[in-house]
């Protein structure tokens, strides 16, 4: 995505936000459903973000 960018970090960081915000808002609409369902959910997803993080600063 950033070669397709010429190097810049607009496309990445567009495509990024537009992500977090559908994610996000289809966890509350399943929380709100089903807290239950939401939270098994947003556990995991927490943790593989918080990996994420982990391997993008120190690998």
Known sequence: MLAMAGGRVWLFLSA???G?????TWLMV???????????????LALFQ??????LRYA
């Not at 977090?20 to 996000?24: M, N």
């Not at 399943?30 to 995991?44: F, L, Q, S």
């Not at 918080?50 to 391997?55: A, E």
Request: hydrophobic share 60%.
């Open 20 to 24: 977090t915000i559908l994610a996000s």
């Open 16 to 18: 990024k936000s537009f």
């Open 30 to 44: 399943t929380y709100r459903k089903n807290a239950i369902v939401g939270i098994a959910i947003a556990v995991p």
């Open 50 to 55: 918080f990996g994420l993080l982990l391997f």
